[in-house]
């Protein structure tokens, strides 16, 4: 269905015989950047079929000066977490640019005001990557809580000598007090897993009472109060400036010496050398990160060094299928609103 859109006029009686396999008369189809060379082509398909699509075809993130170049003139945008776009991207774009649409829930790499400011609309992909991410949040939980990479790797460097009943004892999950920084969709989710595994208490942080937590019987505290009674501490929050580097020497300090540390966020929550700090001298007992600063982590990186810290490669929400549908609803939200029917954005970001 097509309102008030001047791209595209649909066929009359007259040349729909010799375009019936058009459908429509491309007078000048809507052009579309695609900041990365790997985008499931099920998205691709939505997007070739009514737009130019420029795709940048290198699998790694598109220059800054590649970027400026190429959103010259486009009418949308269809970027991931690693583009930066800021006043000098939206300046090089133009006045045509009418929805920035990112594979991702987050969007800190998007600078807000400057898009609000320009009345361009924002889609992202929160919902569909629920599962997923918190299914990786378990599984760097198990594998740090337990040891199993340092176990693991204890194994090729032949320190596996006989079973013995200490040797890589880590903490339980069951009975344990999980504290959960930033209760939002993901966040409920790895609520709702952790109760299965019997934990003694659900702990989190959020600006309202979220009834479905209650209901999985969930207690809304402060920071302090979590991080002061929590073994394990998950960091869910957005990045925003009141989160940036919220987890810093004094929190550490809060934490149980035994508390273990897991962030699916983003990097930035954290003052790197701070958690470092607290990792080598026992201030808490282990970290499990899916999200470092920078990334990809240096090769020479402290974090690297340390046996009780686990380090995934940013693979939260790393599901094929997972993938393939985020692909889908940033493609969806371009359409919506080159359509004119920004209403009909699968997933749109009230700025
Ligand atoms: O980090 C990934 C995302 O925000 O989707």
Excluded at 47 to 58: A, S
Excluded at 139 to 149: D, E, H, K, S, Y
Excluded at 253 to 277: C, D, T, W, Y
Excluded at 311 to 332: C, D, Y
Aim: glycine share 6%; charged share 20%; aromatic share 6%.
């Amino acid at each position: 269905m097509w309102t008030s859109n001047h791209w595209f006029v649909k066929c009359n009686n007259y040349s729909r015989n010799s375009l019936s396999n058009i459908g429509y008369i491309n007078m000048t189809r809507p052009k579309v950047l695609v900041t990365h060379s790997s985008i499931p082509e099920v998205a691709l398909k939505l997007l070739r079929d009514e737009c130019n699509v420029d795709i940048w075809d290198q699998d790694i993130p598109i220059p800054k000066t590649e970027l400026l170049l190429r959103i010259k003139g486009v009418d949308a945008l269809f970027c991931v977490i690693t583009n930066k776009i800021d006043d000098e991207v939206l300046n090089a774009a133009g006045s045509n640019l009418k929805i920035i649409a990112t594979m991702s829930v987050g969007v800190d790499h998007l600078d807000l005001q400057a898009i609000k400011l320009r009345n361009i609309l924002v889609g992202h992909t929160p919902g569909v990557l629920t599962d997923a991410v918190a299914e990786l949040t378990m599984g760097l939980l198990l594998v740090t809580a337990r040891r199993l990479i340092e176990a693991n790797r204890s194994i090729y460097k032949g320190e596996w000598k006989s079973w013995s009943p200490l040797w890589m004892t880590g903490s339980r999950i069951s009975g344990s007090n999980v504290g959960i920084v930033g209760l939002g969709r993901i966040g409920l989710r790895i609520a709702e897993y952790l109760c299965s595994f019997g934990v003694n208490q659900i702990l989190y942080t959020s600006r309202t009472e979220k009834p479905a937590a209650t209901k999985l019987g969930a207690h809304k505290v402060n920071l302090d109060f979590l991080l002061n009674n929590s073994d394990f501490v998950i960091v869910t929050i957005a990045l925003v400036p009141e989160s940036r580097e919220m987890f810093n020497k004094e929190t550490f300090v809060k934490m149980k010496k035994s508390a273990i540390f897991i962030n699916v966020s983003r990097g930035e929550v954290v003052h790197q050398p701070s958690l470092i700090e607290a990792l080598k001298n026992g201030t808490i007992q282990a970290a499990g990160l899916d999200v470092m600063t920078p990334e990809p982590v240096p090769l020479d990186s402290e974090l690297l060094k340390l046996n009780n810290c686990v380090i995934f490669p940013h693979l939260g929400s790393a599901a094929i299928k997972t993938r393939e549908e985020m692909s889908i609803i940033t493609a969806k939200n371009i359409l919506a609103v080159l359509h004119s029917q920004p209403d009909e954005m699968p997933a749109i970001l009230k700025i």
